[in-house]
């Protein structure tokens, strides 16, 4: 099966067996394509930036691995050499390396080719008398997509060709080409196809140095047999991120081209690889390290020492002098180190016959020394031993991946399941362009912001692996003819405002996309992966669908001529719908699979109802606990229920009086509550009032009563006719208080008060105002008095003496509680301060006690110390020693470099101003030829108009013409009918004279003339035959004068049309004259129109090429220029280079004696710190102190426990004392005060009674209109809601194509309940969001039964945009639902996070496919799902790395660009997303290496604990190991690469990890980027 690249399929892995000897430079291109004499190429038309179509040609290099885009047609061999030649490229070709190229894509899907289409302006002949429209979709485009080198991405390559996506590090454009002829097309596709695959398969035989240096070689735009100065190995060395200085550098450089005796200071590719391992060894030491603590050093030393078979005789003759290792060495260590106990020793052999066949940098110096072939050396390779670098070049390669490679297989899983037994790769919002081209950190307004849209996503989602994607289709502004797909809720680009349509909803679908991608060209980014890629598993397109129906069926009509005619989709009326299982991915290869509505009968008109979009369906539940009874039945409300609710609001009398409209009905229905709600409010203010005035009435009244000792009966026999009057006129008064003249109205805060209070409820919703009546328990007065009679005044006046004597009594009880409190609480006292003098001498024997451990573990540490400071200082001073020396050196050096650079700057003087003349005379013919073009463009335009002048005057009398020639037509017609008529008449009189003879001479006509008549016969037959024939002989004569007279006029008319004819005939041969006279003018304006036009553009093309050879020269200038500025910079530094070498030459020797002397003081000082006794006899002491203070402490402890028992009785006694004391005197004065106001308090009581009951009256009245208005305004309010509800269901329901349903084979449906979704057929789906799946695990029923129900269906989990707000990355954790078994975890690829890498690692099983096999407990029916699994604990420690790359970055960031970077100081970051931990979601772990200074070639962490961690999931943990650039100015981090890989995919041993971009592409300077770490399964 071919998969995509990227992923599992950007690894390279060892050659399958002998590797092949078919190589670059011995492929045999098409004739067509070679450089010989005779072919010029094929012609081709590159798209420029705006779209534009030019003509170029294309061929290949000599070796095959360039292919040239040259700017003219090639006419001769000698002109293709001159311009394929590398000094020449600049000025009329451009270069792809084959090597940069990623893929050939078949399609016309890029942005180029959008501009292109949407100009309709390019016509493409595909044969000979055949024109087709771009915008039609020719079948001959092509598109190189490439990764643009640093030395070309200035000039040549960049201009005219678009940029695909890009980095900060490997930025990715597209050559965009159109093929007319379609036999050139095939050959130049398949060609380009077949050079990337062989470039693909050397690489696997070729050593990673090899390779490293020949990514570097192209970056700097060299060929691979040129030479590199000491400048461009100095840039080499930067972008390796070598952790020495330039002046070291340049040592390093002259001194090695020295013993290769070589005149001139340039190296070629081989003698690069050999001075690389120097600088390796040279990094190590610059950082203060030294090549031991390599981990492939000591690895290496432990296998080889071990080695029982120890080097043979003939080992320096297969493998020179470089020590080596046995097969069975190798064994040993994979068996007891890797732990790959199955390996045996044939395939020890066949790796080592692998290893040694790969091409080293000694290899091709020897090949290009002696000329020997490489298919012979390859038949004498040994499997028996292998180097040291091909050891490290296995353990740091991709086949000793710590992800198992047999895991990473296309087709480890069985394919024949049905498809919600996998986990399906899955993007969210597709379309959206990127944010950032790198791994950032996007602000949140810019995530929660974020709508514009890009084609090329869809192209980004199918290579990284998604198999799902996400089209949100509306329908198009300005009623465009096509459906379109984008973003909702953040308006429309460009200032684009649609127009009104008669549907609100469609205007609002309208006006809230934002930027547009048409669903066509969706389709056929889809259809040209798949071509491209036939084996690929299903993918499924997951349409929102908010198109009205007439582009519902232009959806429906794309999707069958796109992807139906190349029978690319899916057809539902295949599937056995019986069985009740989905279908497999592996009877779905190379199909597309349609999710989206279904109805329940696919018929003309059917609805759907539309409540499972993304934005409408992230809801979170309102009880964010973990309570057991919460489960998914509170949402009742399915597809049926919404429908009969539309069916019956729309029957209703509501919808019949007010219209057909939800949003009028709605605002009258919130009008009418409104109303209704102000009413209610008002006369539940003036219950309230008047309430209050009766509440406070009656308590007045009840509080009289019981002070005067009266009870209700007594009151009622009491006549007090004489206040009737005072009462009536105090209770007017309170009336309008009541009312609201004398009282502000209520808040409905009283709500809250005492029972019989009305409610109204001020929780609104979206439209209206819900009030409601609470339940009144309102108690008149007279029972409320009845029961609270007060008690006779006998009693009271009885106790009051003995009250007296009481309080007397208890005075004396509580003066004894206080005396006894007072001696407890000094007791208390005098033991807590003993407690507390335990507890501070515990405490300082403690602190004793530490300090002298502490003063113990400080002598330890100090005598380690001194004794590696010792070694350390004996180290410095033998290397001062050897500065000192190569100081002097240096000196000498330095001022050769002096008399050299004085020696550059003249000539590059006269360079500088010989490129400045070049420069402005290339400027001036520049400005000259496009003035010309300029000149020719506007006699072409004035030709043109003359030209369409005459041709226009050409039209109008062909016109003139075609009018005369009609004319005279129509007079032959005329004279033709006159004619025809005259003919007829002359006839028909000629008829009527020979009849007119027959009846003259008959007998019977003879007979009447004469006057003779039959008398013997009168009957009526006889009369009537001789009135007859006097009678047609009378007709006959009639008729002939008719007819004479109007053959007269026919003859007369025809003459007067013969003379009509002829004028108009001299009229159309006049016209026909002028017309060929002003034809001929016309034919000469329009040749020479076309000839005009040609020649503007030839001059338009001049002009171009004009000033792209101003623009270099421009650029050579200016180089030039930086060159002398350089040069000087270099005479300033050799310089200051020269005289701090003699200063450090005196400083070194300096220091090597101040090292010696301070080293022997330190080993002296070493020595006395190793005597620790007296230390330990302090500790022993110091530890029998704190144990007997230990027990003093407990012993205070309890006596003042016991104290403040006694405390706390005293305490009780006291206080229940004094507050019977306090009783007895309070009741004494009460009984006091009773007496004397008795008589005044009756009187009150009594006219506080009749006032309180007449208010009690009042309000009870208010209260029943305040009801009647509350019951009102709940009625009102009721039909507001419903209203609002019909409205919102209604904007769900939606009509749905018949042809689009039928297409659709997996169907969208809100999750309701769970009894409903377990019971729907295996082609519905729920999509649910991450708060929600976060919120259904922490029940265990809804946990168990989202399993379930992923075990038959399928399941989508989308990110929240809710839950976006709390936290700064655009996806959220994947492990989570993966572990609930949701199949489809939607993931955001506009913005790159942990979580994104999470995934792409994770989908790195079964081939990079995008299909992964859930375990069985996922799957199968019957098993009890249960979150646990069997645990694993992993240690990882990070050892070293090799080749880290520069951080990406967007452009530039904080004043920082990528190239002030300098070199990284990198630190590696092991973080593990795990599942679910009983039921809980487990948080990430994550550990963090100290950070390398200044390495990113080699750097080396050693570390020695490492990360332990224990995997609770591993069927879907997953470890994500990133490394980063720690900045120490602002503590902040930036990403490097990382690589991700799942738990279940792990190995142990020693092993490498490849790395990864953000884009998760293993390409460029990250073709190289690996660390190396020890994992060990400890459970």
């Not at 696919?602 to 309570?627: A, M, P, Q, Y």
């Not at 597809?639 to 219209?659: A, H, M, P, R, W």
């Not at 009801?1267 to 009625?1275: V, Y």
């Amino acid at each position: 099966m071919t998969i995509a690249t990227g992923g599992q399929g950007a690894l390279r892995a060892l050659p399958s067996s002998l590797p092949s000897t078919k190589t670059l430079s011995s492929y045999d291109p098409p004739k067509k394509l070679k450089m010989e004499e005779g072919y010029g190429g094929i012609d081709v038309i590159k798209l420029s930036k705006g779209g534009k179509p030019q003509h170029r040609t294309i061929v290949l290099s000599e070796n095959n691995r360039q292919v040239l885009v040259t700017t003219n047609k090639i006419r001769s061999f000698k002109a293709l050499v001159k311009y394929a030649m590398p000094q020449k490229k600049e000025v009329a070709a451009r270069s792809i390396d084959i090597s940069t190229i990623d893929r050939v894509q078949r399609s016309q899907h890029t942005k180029r080719f959008n501009l292109a289409r949407s100009s309709r302006s390019l016509k493409v002949s595909t044969s000979p008398g055949s024109d087709e429209s771009l915008s039609d979709g020719p079948a001959n485009a092509l598109s190189i997509v490439y990764r643009v080198s640093a030395a070309s991405s200035g000039f040549s390559i960049s201009e005219g060709i678009s940029v695909k996506k890009s980095n900060g590090v490997t930025p990715y454009r597209t050559l965009d080409l159109i093929v007319p002829s379609t036999s050139d097309y095939e050959m130049l596709a398949t060609t380009l196809e077949e050079l990337v695959s062989i470039y693909k398969e050397e690489q696997n035989v070729m050593d990673r140095n090899l390779l490293l240096l020949e990514y570097h070689w192209v970056e700097l735009d060299k060929e691979l047999s040129d030479l590199v100065s000491l400048n461009e190995w100095i840039q080499i060395c930067d972008k390796l991120n070598v952790p020495i200085k330039k002046t070291m550098l340049t040592s390093y450089f002259k001194e090695f081209a020295r013993e290769l005796g070589l005149e001139e200071a340039q190296i070629s590719l081989p003698e690069a690889a050999a001075i690389l391992e120097i600088i390796r060894i040279k990094s190590l030491k610059a950082i203060g390290q030294s090549p031991s603590d390599e981990a492939y050093s000591q690895i290496w030393n432990e296998v080889r020492t071990s080695d029982p078979m120890g080097p043979t005789e003939d080992t320096a003759e297969n493998v020179g002098e470089e020590e080596t290792i046995s097969a069975v060495a190798f064994l040993s260590f994979i068996r007891s180190h890797q732990k790959e106990f199955k390996a045996s020793l044939d395939e020890v052999k066949d790796i080592f016959l692998k290893l040694n066949s790969q091409l080293n940098p000694m290899d091709l110096l020897k090949s290009e020394s002696d000329g020997g072939d490489r298919a012979e050396s390859i038949q004498n390779v040994s499997n028996n031993r292998i180097t040291k670098s091909k050891f490290i070049s296995y353990l740091v390669g991709d086949a000793n991946d710590l992800f198992d490679p047999c895991k990473g297989k296309v087709g480890v899983n069985n394919m024949n399941r049905p498809l919600n037994h996998y986990w399906i790769n899955t993007s969210h919002d597709s379309y959206l362009a990127p944010l950032y081209s790198c791994y950032t950190q996007a602000p949140m307004d810019k995530l929660m912001g974020h709508s514009q849209t890009d084609l090329d996503m869809y192209h980004v989602a199918l290579y990284r692996g998604a198999r799902c994607l996400e089209l949100d289709v509306w329908d198009p502004p300005y009623d465009g003819p096509e459906p379109v797909v984008g973003r909702r809720g953040m308006g429309v680009d460009n200032g684009v405002i649609p127009p009104p349509a008669s549907s609100p909803r469609r205007m609002a679908m309208s006006k809230s996309v934002s930027s547009f991608i048409r669903f066509s060209d969706v389709i056929r980014v889809v259809r040209s992966f798949l071509l491209s890629y036939p084996d690929t598993f299903p993918i499924i397109l997951n349409i929102e669908n908010h198109c009205s129906i007439d582009y519902q069926e232009i959806m429906a009509d794309n999707l069958r001529d796109i992807l139906g005619s190349a029978k690319l989709l899916h057809d539902p009326s295949t599937n056995t719908k019986g069985i009740g299982i989905l279908p497999s991915p592996e009877s779905l290869r190379g199909k597309v699979i349609v999710k989206g509505k279904i109805p329940k009968v696919i018929r003309e008109g059917g609805t759907i109802v539309n409540d499972d979009f993304d934005d409408e369906n992230d809801f979170l539940c309102k009880n964010d606990t973990d309570s057991e009874e919460e489960d998914m039945s509170k949402d009742d409300e399915d597809e049926d229920y919404i429908q009969g609710f539309v069916d019956d609001f729309e029957s209703s009398n509501l919808t019949n009086k007010e219209g057909s409209n939800p949003a009028e009905i709605l605002r009258i229905a919130n009008q009418e509550a409104q109303i209704a709600k102000e009413e209610a409010k008002a006369a539940e203010s003036r219950y309230f009032d008047m309430k209050i005035t009766a509440d406070t009435a009656e308590d007045h009244a009840l509080s009289l009563l019981t002070q005067a000792g009266l009870s209700l009966s007594d009151v009622e026999e009491m006549n007090f006719s004489s206040e009737e009057t005072l009462n009536h006129s105090t209770l007017n008064q309170s009336s309008k208080t009541a009312s609201g003249e004398g009282t502000a109205p209520m808040s409905n805060e009283i709500s809250k008060g005492p029972q019989g209070a009305l409610h109204t409820d001020q929780q609104e919703d979206e439209e209206g105002l819900e009030v409601e009546l609470i339940d009144s328990h309102t108690t008149a007065i007279s029972s409320k008095l009845i029961s609270s009679t007060p008690p006779t005044n006998k009693k009271t006046f009885e106790r009051t003496d003995q009250g007296m004597e009481v309080q007397d009594f208890f005075g004396n009880s509580v003066d004894d509680a206080r005396s006894n409190y007072a001696k407890a609480d000094t007791e208390l006292l005098a033991t807590s301060q003993k407690t507390i003098n335990a507890q501070r001498e515990v405490i300082k024997k403690k602190h004793e006690l530490s300090a002298a451990r502490e003063v113990l573990e400080n002598a330890k540490h100090t005598e380690q110390e001194l004794t590696m400071a010792a070694k350390r200082a004996a180290s410095a001073a033998r290397s001062n020693k050897e500065h000192a020396d190569t100081a002097q050196s240096r000196v000498r050096a330095v001022q050769q470099l002096v008399d050299k650079a004085k020696d550059q700057a003249g000539s590059s003087e006269t360079v500088v101003v010989t490129a400045l003349a070049e420069a402005k005379i290339s400027e001036e013919r520049a400005k000259e030829a496009e003035t010309r073009a300029s000149r020719a463009l506007a006699t072409a335009e004035k030709d043109r108009a003359r030209a369409d002048s005459e041709t226009k005057k050409e039209d109008t009398l062909e016109g003139e013409i075609a009018a005369s020639k009609k004319a005279c037509n129509d007079s032959n017609s005329k004279i033709a009918s006159s004619r025809r008529r005259f003919d007829e008449a002359k006839a028909s009189l000629s008829l009527v004279k020979e009849h007119l003879k027959i009846i003259e001479g008959s007998a019977e006509f003879r007979n009447e003339q004469k006057g003779f008549s039959s008398g013997t016969s009168s009957d009526d037959d006889d009369h009537t035959h001789k009135r007859s024939a006097k009678n047609t002989h009378i007709r006959k004569k009639e008729e002939k004068k008719e007819l004479e007279k109007l053959v007269k006029q026919l003859s007369t008319e025809s003459e007067r049309e013969e003379l009509t004819r002829r004028r108009n005939l001299s009229v159309y041969e006049e016209k026909a004259r002028e017309a060929k006279a002003c034809a001929k003018l016309a034919s000469s304006a329009r040749r020479q129109a076309d000839h005009s036009a040609i020649v503007a553009e030839q001059l338009a093309e001049h002009a171009e090429e004009e000033r792209e050879a101003a623009d270099l020269r421009k650029v050579a200038k200016e180089r030039a220029e930086l060159g002398v500025e350089h040069i000087e910079s270099h005479l300033d530094s050799y310089d200051a280079q020269l005289s701090e070498a003699k200063k450090a030459a005196e400083e070194t020797s300096y220091l090597a004696a101040q090292s010696r002397l301070r080293a022997e003081e330190l080993a002296k000082q070493a020595e006395e710190a190793k005597d620790r006794d007296r230390q330990m006899q302090d500790i022993d002491r110091k530890r029998k102190a704190l144990l007997h203070a230990e027990q003093e402490y407990k012993i205070t402890a309890a006596e003042r426990d016991t104290a403040e028992y006694k405390v706390s009785e005293a305490r009780r006694l006291l206080e229940m004392s004094s507050e019977v004391l306090s009783s007895a005197q309070i009741d004494a004065a009460a009984e006091s005060h009773r007496a004397h106001a008795e008589e005044h308090a009756q009187q009150s009581a009594i006219s506080a009674y009749r006032k309180a009951n007449f208010m009690r009256k009042h309000a009870e009245d208010a209260k029943v209109l305040a009801s009647f208005a509350l019951t009102n305004a709940s009625d009102k309010a009721r039909a507001a809601r419903q209203t609002l509800e019909y409205k919102e269901k209604k904007a769900k329901v939606a009509q749905i194509s018949v042809n689009l349903a039928s297409l659709t084979f997996l169907h969208s449906s809100r999750l309701k309940y769970w009894e409903k979704s377990l019971a729907l057929r295996c082609c519905h789906m729920h999509s649910v969001p991450e708060g929600k799946i976060r919120q259904m695990i922490r029940n265990q029923t809804n946990r168990t039964q989202l399993i379930e129900f992923s075990k038959t269906h399928l399941l989508r989990t989308f990110p929240s945009p809710q839950m976006q707000k709390s936290r700064s990355s655009a996806n959220f954790n994947p492990i989570l639902p993966w572990s609930t078994g949701s199949q489809m975890v939607a993931m955001d690829h506009f913005a790159c996070d942990d979580f994104l890498l999470v995934n792409d690692g994770f989908f790195r099983q079964n081939g990079s496919t995008g299909y992964v096999l859930k375990p069985d407990l996922l799957t199968r029916q019957g098993i009890e799902p249960s979150p646990k699994e069997n645990e694993e604990r992993w240690n990882f420690k990070v050892l070293s790395g090799y080749c880290l790359p520069k951080p990406e970055l967007e452009g530039t960031r904080k004043g920082l660009t990528l190239a002030s970077f300098g070199t990284v100081h990198p630190r590696v970051r092991i973080t593990l997303f795990d599942g679910l931990v009983g039921g809980r979601e487990k948080r990430p772990t994550t550990y963090t290496t100290r950070t390398v200074s200044r390495n990113g070639l080699n750097p080396v962490w050693n570390d020695t604990s490492g990360m332990s961690v224990v995997v609770s999931s591993p069927s879907t943990a997953v470890f994500l190991f990133s490394v980063w650039n720690h900045n120490d100015e602002n503590g902040t981090d930036d990403f490097i690469a990382a690589a991700s890989i799942p738990a279940s995919c792990l190995r142990e041993g020693y092993r490498s990890i490849p790395l990864f971009d953000s884009q998760h592409k293993r390409c460029g300077a990250y073709s190289f980027a690996s660390l190396l770490v020890k994992g060990i399964k400890e459970l």
